[in-house]
């Protein structure tokens, strides 16, 4: 069975950093991209950071670059999300998703999602 499970979320104030992790389990990260999306409260789901298969692909959305990292561990089927100097803007439920096609992350359409894990920032 597939399953994705977010964890890391938390309240942070702005310019702080936090590190969201997604375990997956039921398939493995060399068979599944892996993507990181988010959905602020009356805002349409978006992109955040995805990886390919290989790994040797990663993409992020123009308002996280330099400021976020995708990265994976295969031994512990997980991947990170690392988030510094945050902003309010930030502020979302960050979901991870996989889908066995890199190319589904721009259209959103990912075969397994998690369940999400809250992100706010705020002084």
């Known amino acids: 069975q597939v399953q994705l499970v977010e964890s890391g979320g938390d309240l942070v104030q702005p310019g702080g950093s936090l590190r969201l992790s997604c375990v997956v389990s039921?398939?493995?990260?060399?068979?599944?991209?892996i993507g990181w999306f988010r959905q602020a409260p009356g805002k349409e789901r978006e992109g955040v950071s995805a990886?390919?298969?290989?790994?040797?692909?990663?993409n992020y959305a123009d308002s996280v670059k330099g400021r976020f990292t995708i990265s994976r561990d295969m031994a512990k089927n997980t991947v990170y999300l690392q988030m510094n100097n945050l902003k309010a803007e930030d502020t979302a439920i960050y979901y991870c998703?996989?889908?066995?096609?890199?190319?589904?992350?721009?259209?959103?359409?990912?075969?397994?999602w998690g369940k999400g894990t809250q992100v706010t920032v705020s002084s």
């Open positions: 998703a996989a889908s066995k096609f890199y190319s589904d992350y721009a259209t959103g359409g990912m075969e397994h």
């Open positions: 039921g398939f493995t990260l060399d068979n599944y991209a």
């Open positions: 990886i390919s298969t290989s790994g040797r692909i990663i």
